[in-house]
């Protein structure tokens, strides 16, 4: 879909990376631009995980991109990049504010060469404000954004989710503006400046919640750990007599009838929430008398809201997972097969496939370098000086 489109990627960590591999997903050119040592996610992996030397943490980031090497501190290689992005359709940043005005690469210097040019920063927290300058990173700004304070029980601590969920989340608002701004560029043959930050991605996260709070409602983490602050009870997650279930949503009448337990009608529905640890005390007495599996076959065939607990083990063998083809595997050069979380939307009923492996660094400096029409002996020459 975004065929003929150019993208040029000044990006690192997970929030700039995954918005450019969404792009190149779509078909779009993305030409990630990185240091002669290699972008910072090439030799950081969270848990060490590596295969073959590779991380896994830039394999998951990175397919269907190309990777030029450059010194930007160089005049010839600042005039490469320029080159670069006056054929361009979008440059997408995630440096602190400031750096790549300093690069000679900012908003206002861009736009007088390239005026179609779409201009994208991520940062953490805006390129203005008090905090434009601290460092912006996911569990952080779960914590800054109220997503920590929100998670747990009444009396345990502040609690992170188990994923990186603000970086992601941030990614996808930065190439949903970035798609708007070309959209919009198709119009007035104008390029625009495109920011999204993670500050902003934690508070979207919690539309629902923070609106709530917003007009007068102050929430309250459950005792019992399993219900949400602001949702009548049930809902969380409840132990069987071998494991685990979710319950969500579910009216007193029907716990009541699955249960075989009147208790639950004397409650009334205008009262579930005031008296939810009430309610979630009888269904855990409930459910801890049976397994999991036989409640799964109960509740199916009652239409009770509910899922299984499922680890990363379990999920990743679930059919509907496995039918929606949510697991792709890639043949990279060095890393072997890697396994990887395949592009999130479908188009006409297939989602975009793999076209390229993440690249090796630098492996389409001389291609590009060609396109822009360099000849060799300047090529051999550029190249000596990134130790490419």
Same mark, same amino acid.
């Given at each position: 879909?975004?065929?003929?489109?150019?993208?040029?990627?000044?990006?690192?960590?997970?929030?700039?990376?995954?918005?450019?591999?969404?792009?190149?997903?779509?078909?779009?050119?993305?030409?990630?631009?990185?240091?002669?040592?290699?972008?910072?996610?090439?030799?950081?992996?969270?848990?060490?995980?590596?295969?073959?030397?590779?991380?896994?943490?830039?394999?998951?980031?990175?397919?269907?991109?190309?990777?030029?090497?450059?010194?930007?501190?160089?005049?010839?290689?600042?005039?490469?990049?320029?080159?670069? %992005?006056?054929?361009?359709?979008? %440059?997408?940043?995630?440096?602190?504010?400031?750096?790549?005005?300093?690069?000679?690469?900012?908003?206002?210097?861009?736009?007088?060469?390239?005026?179609?040019?779409?201009?994208?920063?991520?940062?953490?927290?805006?390129?203005?404000?008090?905090?434009?300058?601290?460092?912006?990173?996911?569990?952080?700004?779960?914590?800054?954004?109220?997503?920590?304070?929100?998670?747990?029980? +009444?009396?345990?601590?502040?609690?992170?989710?188990?994923?990186?969920?603000?970086?992601?989340?941030?990614?996808?608002?930065?190439?949903?503006?970035?798609?708007?701004?070309?959209?919009?560029?198709?119009?007035?043959?104008?390029?625009?400046?495109?920011?999204?930050?993670?500050?902003?991605?934690?508070?979207?996260?919690?539309?629902?919640?923070?609106?709530?709070?917003?007009?007068?409602?102050?929430?309250?983490?459950?005792?019992?750990?399993?219900?949400?602050?602001?949702?009548?009870?049930?809902?969380?997650?409840?132990?069987?007599?071998?494991?685990?279930?979710?319950?969500?949503?579910?009216?007193?009448?029907? %716990?009541? +009838?699955?249960?075989?337990?009147?208790?639950?009608?004397?409650?009334?529905?205008?009262?579930?929430?005031?008296?939810?640890?009430?309610?979630?005390?009888?269904?855990?007495?409930?459910?801890?008398?049976?397994?999991?599996?036989?409640?799964?076959?109960?509740?199916?065939?009652?239409?009770?809201?509910?899922?299984?607990?499922?680890?990363?083990?379990?999920?990743?063998?679930?059919?509907?997972?496995?039918?929606?083809?949510?697991?792709?595997?890639?043949?990279?050069?060095?890393?072997?097969?890697?396994?990887?979380?395949?592009?999130?939307?479908?188009?006409?009923?297939?989602?975009?496939?793999?076209?390229?492996?993440?690249?090796?660094?630098?492996?389409?400096?001389?291609?590009?370098?060609?396109?822009?029409?360099?000849?060799?002996?300047?090529?051999?020459?550029?190249?000596?000086?990134?130790?490419?």
């Amino acid at each position: 879909m975004l065929d003929g489109i150019r993208v040029v990627s000044f990006t690192h960590f997970l929030q700039g990376p995954s918005a450019s591999q969404l792009l190149a997903d779509l078909g779009a050119q993305v030409v990630k631009v990185e240091p002669p040592t290699g972008a910072f996610e090439r030799s950081w992996s969270g848990p060490d995980a590596y295969l073959n030397g590779e991380s896994v943490f830039f394999l998951l980031g990175n397919r269907n991109v190309s990777s030029l090497v450059v010194d930007l501190k160089d005049h010839e290689w600042l005039e490469v990049v320029l080159r670069l %992005l006056d054929e361009s359709d979008v %440059l997408i940043e995630s440096f602190r504010p400031g750096v790549m005005d300093r690069l000679g690469l900012g908003w206002d210097q861009l736009r007088q060469r390239n005026p179609r040019l779409v201009y994208c920063s991520l940062s953490g927290y805006g390129s203005e404000g008090p905090y434009r300058d601290r460092p912006g990173q996911d569990v952080l700004l779960q914590s800054l954004s109220g997503i920590a304070a929100a998670t747990g029980t +009444a009396d345990g601590p502040p609690t992170p989710v188990g994923a990186s969920i603000v970086d992601q989340h941030g990614a996808v608002l930065g190439a949903f503006g970035i798609l708007a701004a070309l959209h919009g560029r198709e119009r007035t043959g104008r390029g625009a400046r495109v920011e999204s930050n993670l500050l902003s991605a934690a508070l979207d996260l919690q539309i629902e919640p923070l609106s709530y709070f917003l007009n007068g409602y102050s929430g309250r983490r459950s005792g019992s750990g399993v219900s949400s602050p602001y949702y009548k009870a049930p809902y969380g997650v409840f132990a069987t007599a071998d494991g685990h279930l979710t319950l969500s949503l579910n009216a007193l009448a029907l %716990l009541a +009838a699955v249960f075989e337990d009147d208790w639950f009608l004397g409650i009334g529905e205008e009262l579930s929430y005031a008296r939810r640890e009430d309610v979630n005390a009888r269904v855990a007495k409930h459910l801890v008398q049976r397994s999991t599996a036989e409640w799964t076959a109960v509740f199916t065939a009652a239409k009770v809201w509910f899922a299984p607990v499922n680890t990363y083990a379990d999920i990743v063998e679930d059919p509907q997972v496995r039918h929606n083809e949510s697991v792709v595997e890639v043949d990279h050069p060095v890393a072997g097969t890697v396994k990887l979380l395949g592009h999130p939307v479908r188009y006409d009923g297939r989602r975009p496939g793999v076209r390229s492996a993440p690249p090796e660094l630098g492996s389409s400096n001389r291609s590009i370098l060609a396109q822009l029409g360099y000849d060799t002996t300047e090529i051999n020459r550029l190249q000596a000086k990134v130790g490419q």
